[in-house]
């Protein structure tokens, strides 16, 4: 689906369909999470209260295991 940034007020932003809304089952005032890709692309998806605690739960795992994970990125 091609989509236009528009300007909106002083920002930018991205208008969704409300057909793609629907389907996504959001709708305004809703939050959503945006991830960013290796190849400039993104990812939007419905922004679930758990996602900060899973964030929590990984950094502490990538600190205690910080030496493992360099050895394997090797």
Request: proline share 4%; hydrophobic share 35%.
């Amino acid at each position: 689906m091609k989509l236009e940034i528009k300007k909106i007020g002083n920002s930018t932003g991205l208008i969704l369909p409300k057909e793609l809304l629907a389907r996504l089952g959001l709708s305004q005032g809703d939050h959503v999470l945006v991830t960013e890709g290796p190849d400039r692309s993104i990812s939007v998806t419905p922004y679930a209260d758990d996602d900060e605690e899973t964030m929590r739960i990984a950094r502490e795992v990538m600190k205690e295991y910080k030496s493992t994970l360099k050895a394997l990125a090797k």
